[in-house]
Structures are given as C-alpha cells and as structure tokens.
C-alpha cells in the first residue's frame, strides 16, 4: 500500500492553530454590529432629527427610549387628544427583548402584548423616509400619523387569537410640516422571547430597498454554492454507493440550503421567490432543516474519520429529532423554541467534540483532517456567535450562511486531498502491479513451458521403451518362441514335446501382448515410420474387449499428418473412448477426425450410452482433469456436452499449426 505523508506533529498544530484563531477571527469581527455614538437616539419617546441630515445610502436605527404600554394593545386612535389618555408602563430601550424590561421589581415574561410609540422630528417639513422592521416575534402593526404602514400576522391577547408570522417589511412613511408618530403594537404567544429584537431602521427612498436587494443576493450566493455542492456530492456518491460519506455531506448541504434560504438569516429571502408560502410552515420547515442536519454532519465526519469519532453519539443527535417532531405535534410555540435553543447548545458541545476529534486527526496524519478543521473551526464561532445573537445576549448578525460555505470550501479542499492522496496510492498500486503482472506472466509461461517439457518428456519416454519394447523385448520373445517351436518339431515323438508346444504358444501370446504394449506406448498417428497402434488399433481393441459397436470416420486434407499435437489427440481420444466403454453403458460409440485444412482439426468421440448424470460421471474425475490439461497444452477447445438423443459427446478442436503455416506462406507467394 502507498503510504499518505503526514506532515510533523510540530506544524500540524501550529498550522491547526493558526487556522482556528484566522477563522474565529474573521467571523466574530464580521460578525459585530457597527455602532455609532453620533446617530440621534430617542429621549423620552421623542427621536430628534432636526440636526441631523439623512445621505443618500445611509440609514440611522431609531434606537433609544420609546413609550412602552405593557399588556395593551394600542391604536393611534388611544392617543388621540381629547379620549381618554392610556396609562404608560414607561420608556423602553430600543432595540431588545422586552425580557429584560424590570415591571414593579420583576422582569417580564417571554409572551405577552406591548404597544410603542415614538414621535420623529423629521429635519425638514415635508418629503418621504423609508422605514426597515424585521424580526419581530410573532405578530405586529405599524401605524405612522393614523395610517397602517406594516404589519406580519395579526397581535392577540392569546395564543389562539394570535396569528404568528416572520417577515421583513418595508414601508413608507409622508411627512408634512409636523412630526411623525409611530404606534407599534406587538404580540408574542409562540417564541419564547417578545419585543423588537432587530433594529427598525430608517433611510432615503431606495436605501433599504438596495440594502435588502444586496443581502437576498448574497444569500441566494451562498445558498446557490451550497446547493451545487449538494448535487455534486450527491452524483459523487452515485458514482461509488459503498461510500457514504458523499452523501451525509450533500444531504447536509441540502439541508443548510433549505434551512437558510426559509429562515431569519437570510431575512426570508424565500418569500420573494414563493410569496404565497405560508411563514408558520416555512418557520417550522426551517427549523426541521436545522434540527436534522446535525446528525448528518456527524455522520458524514464519522464516516471519513470511524476510527476517532465515537458511533454511538449520533444517537443523542437522532434522539433530539424525535424529539423535535414529537413537540412539534404536541408542544409547539414556546416549549419548542425553548426546546431549539437547547439544541444550539448541544450543537456547541458537539462543535467542541468535533474539534477535538479532528485535532486528533491532524495528528495522526489523516488526509482532509487540517482542511476540516479550520472549516469546522469557523463553524465553532460562528455557532457561539448565532447562539448568543439569538438569545439576546450579543447583538450581532446572523452568519450561518459565509461560515457553512466556508465550511464546504474547506471540506472540497479536503475532498480534493483526500482524491489525490487517494490516486497517488492507486498510481504507486498500479505501478506495483503492473510489475507484479509482468513477473506473474513470466512465471505462467515458464511455467506452460515446463509443463510442455515434462509432457514432451513423457512421450518421448513413451517413445523410447516402445522403441526399447519393440526392438529388444519383443525380438527376443519372438526368437524364443521359434526356438521353443523349433525343439518341439524336432522332439515331437518325446514326452516333452507338448510342453515345448505349451511353451511356445506362452511365448507368442506374451509377445502379442508386448507388441500392444509398444503400439500403445507411441501412435502410428505421429510417426507412421515407427510401427505402433492408429485409432483403428484403438478402436478395434476396444470393441473386441467390450462387444461395442464402435465406428470411425477420418477425414484428412494432407496425406500425411504431420500435426505435433496428434499425440495429444490420441491420448484426449483415448481417455474419452475409455471412459464411454467403462461408463456409459453404451451400444453404439462413434470416433470422427476432421481437419479440411481450414487450420483446424476437430475430434468428436460421441456415445448413446445413459448419459454423465445418470452415469455419475456430472463433475467429471481425474480423466477429466487430464483431457483438459493436455487441451489446455495445446490451445485446444475441449467440450463435454450431452447429446440430446442420449448419451455424451466429447468435442476437441485444436489448431493445426503445420497446415496454417503453409497457408500463410502459399498466400504470400501469390501476393508477390
């Protein structure tokens, strides 16, 4: 196996470091709200404006003290002089959870009705200003001098009466020679914290509606890298299934996609594409995006890294997807959100585990581990930032969309490492291989030549006792038995003589049966100058022994054979006719030799006996083995198939080098 380099444990954490402070850096000081010690804040319900001149792209929050009437739920027609005047709670700080605001010692609660109202003091007599509200829990109406500007869902007194609805609205406020009176009436009975948590802005006609345009941009941006990553992982995935990684990593990004296209951090940018779709379902959508996607974090990083990320914990993490649901159907609004706020910090705790898991990786040396880090490091602030933004502890903007892109920067970075340490490996692999395989094909021909020498060697072994048979022992047996006859005639009026008669009959038929010794050592088929047995002999012996009727037919293109793997051909012919005869229970038994000079010579032994299976013969023995070795020797295709009238056919064609040859060469005598 290729080894993947693992750079010193010295740079890794300083490198690792270094990521960690870059990443927390740029997003925390992203993430800080500007302030303005100069811009006019409200005194005593009163914002002055008069001395301050708004410029083109500037916008002022109307931040400071506005009246605050607690439990009520005002129209501009309550203020009107002249009715009776409501009693006033006292001035609230813009802009914060009403959380916060001490009633008679106490703090407020979560849920509940307020009204505000502020009087502006525009710096010139008449024109036009444009007015910024966003996310405001849960429902609110804007009135400016008597008329209604704004409003996201309908303020009640109670959680029934109430219609909750996120928004980010803009609207325009006419000023003429007087001052502006702003009644703001807001109602909570779903989120868990009430009030004006963002600020409500306000600037020259065509200000906000650049700044809002610029903000749905980049986070369409955002959500357009996240989705194109998704769909890229996902085909990854298509491409190698085994591996899961890809696609946690893709339904995650999905996820993200989803989540920040249908929430607060991308001011609802998808009300502008689908403006029909209800806020209190694409409030609850986005929150299951958010609660969902943390399991699939986990488990995309714990399938790159199972050796240093511990299984068991994504059970927590689906436990709280149940969970999730289960409240969603029997608890929603307030315990829900306060259930979402938990999950912020369960998703701390895990970002810390991730970190130290994957600090862990980067010290091993795994591939991908430093890249993901830094991602996951921004992650981490980023996170800490949102958490503390959304409970009201920090003021600071949402900056979940840049820190998940960063994040699946990091992780294509990481991707990418993981590929190319991963192709290196394949290359080194492919390298060791190929070599190995040149070695291995080395090995396999000399070792098809050995087995060739040792079946060379073996014939011609055959060969030189069916010479050493043929020429020595048979002579020698056929010399004493002429001489056993010679000394019977001679003496045939003994008593011996018919043992010499007896003698001389033992001697011809030992040497018979040493001739079909030495004929069957060597075939007249190779050597027709070396005397020895043809098939015909072949044949012939086995129907004699067996009562088979047993036929040939021979078809040859030359004269004279002179194909070097008749002996093959004959051993393969001899093992099939043995067996058909031993086996078969055959009747009939049928030899064919063809060669028609097409560079091929074919063999057919073919019985009608009961056939392999019957025969117990279906997988075939040592014989078998034997046919196919001597086949294989020979480049030669052997086949053993069943007849379908009955019985088996054992078919062998093989080459026939010498006739090929020669064609070649008639052919290229004829082109020249």
């Known amino acids: 196996m290729a080894k993947i380099y693992a750079p010193p444990l ?25 302030t303005d010690d100069l811009s006019p804040r409200a005194v005593q319900g009163v914002f002055d404006m008069r001395d301050h001149s708004l410029s083109a792209g500037e916008t002022v929050n109307l931040d400071g003290e506005w009246e605050f009437y607690w439990d009520q739920l005002l129209t501009p027609d309550n203020f009107i002089s002249g009715s009776s005047k409501p009693e006033m709670t006292g001035y609230f700080l813009m802009h914060r959870a009403w959380n916060k605001f001490n009633l008679n010692g106490k703090r407020l609660g979560g849920t509940g009705q307020a009204t505000f109202r502020l009087r502006l003091l525009p710096n010139r007599p008449a024109g036009r200003i444009h007015l910024r509200l966003f996310d405001i829990h849960e429902a609110y109406r804007l009135w400016a001098n008597g008329k209604l500007i704004a409003q996201s869902g309908v303020p009640g007194r109670s959680a029934e009466t109430e219609v909750p609805g996120g928004s980010l609205k803009l609207a325009e406020i006419e000023f003429q020679s007087r001052p502006v009176e702003l009644v703001l009436q807001v109602s909570n009975h779903h989120f868990r914290i009430g009030g004006v948590p963002e600020p409500i802005r306000i600037a020259l006609p065509g200000t906000l509606e650049t700044i809002r345009a610029r903000d749905w941009g980049i986070a369409l941006f955002f959500a357009g890298c996240m989705l194109i990553m998704g769909i890229y992982h996902f085909v990854l995935y298509l491409f190698r299934k085994r591996d899961k990684a890809p696609l946690y990593f893709s339904l995650y ?24 779709w209800n806020p209190v379902i694409m409030e609850n959508f986005s929150l299951t995006c958010f609660v969902i996607w943390a399991s699939l974090l986990f488990r995309f990083l714990e399938t790159l890294y199972p050796n240093e990320f ?65 991602g996951l490091s921004s992650q981490f602030f980023v996170g800490l930032n949102d958490t503390l933004t959304h409970m009201g502890i920090i003021k600071s903007t949402y900056l979940a969309e840049p820190a998940v892109c960063f994040f699946v920067l990091t992780q294509s970075l990481a991707l990418a490492q993981r590929f190319s340490a991963s192709f290196d490996s394949v290359e080194h692999l492919s390298l060791e291989l190929e070599s190995k395989n040149i070695s291995l ?3 396999i021909k000399e070792r098809n030549r050995l087995e060739r020498k040792v079946v060379e060697t073996s014939e011609e072994e055959r060969r030189r006792i069916s010479h050493e048979l043929h020429d020595g022992l048979c002579q020698q047996l056929t010399g004493a038995r002429l001489r056993s006859s010679a000394l019977a005639h001679k003496f045939k009026d003994s008593d011996d003589a018919q043992t010499l ?18 004929r069957g050592l060597w075939p007249i088929e190779h050597d027709a100058s070396m005397p020895g047995p043809s098939l015909n002999d072949l044949l012939r012996g086995i129907a004699k022994s067996t009562d088979i009727n047993v036929t040939f037919d021979k078809q040859s293109h030359c004269k004279k ?13 001899q093992e099939a006719l043995t067996n058909a005869a031993k086996h078969s229970k055959a009747q009939n038994i049928r030899l064919t030799l063809h060669c028609h000079g097409n560079g091929q010579v074919k063999l057919s032994v073919q019985d009608d006996g009961i056939g392999r299976k019957a025969a117990g013969t279906m997988h075939g ?3 078998m083995s034997i046919m196919a070795h001597r086949a294989k020797l020979i480049n030669a295709e052997l086949r053993i198939e069943n007849d379908p009238q009955g019985g088996t056919v054992v078919t062998c064609v093989a080459p026939c080098s010498v006739h090929e040859l020669s064609r070649i060469n008639q052919n290229g005598n004829e082109n020249e």
């Open 10 to 34: 010295k740079g890794v954490f300083i490198q690792a470091i270094i990521s960690i402070l870059v990443a927390g850096a740029l997003l925390m000081l992203g993430g800080c709200e500007p």
């Open 441 to 443: 094909c080395g090995e």
């Open 501 to 518: 008669i007896d003698l001389a009959d033992l001697l011809k038929e030992s040497t018979d049966d040493a001739y079909k010794t030495a």
């Open 621 to 623: 023995g040592l014989g």
């Open 310 to 374: 511990h299984h068991k914990l994504v059970y927590f993490l689906d436990a709280k997807i149940v969970i999730f649901f289960f409240m969603m159907g029997f608890a929603p609004g307030v315990p829900l959100y306060w259930f979402i706020a938990l999950c912020l910090v369960q998703m701390m705790i895990y970002a810390g585990y991730y970190l130290h898991r994957l600090l862990l990786c980067v010290k091993r040396g795994r591939s991908g581990a430093l890249f993901l880090l830094a």
């Open 561 to 573: 054979c002179l194909n070097p793997n008749m002996t093959k051909l004959y051993r393969i012919a």
């Open 253 to 276: 990004c999905l996820l993200v996609v989803s989540y920040s296209v249908t929430s607060n951090t991308s001011q609802w940018v998808a009300s502008a594409i689908l403006p029909w």
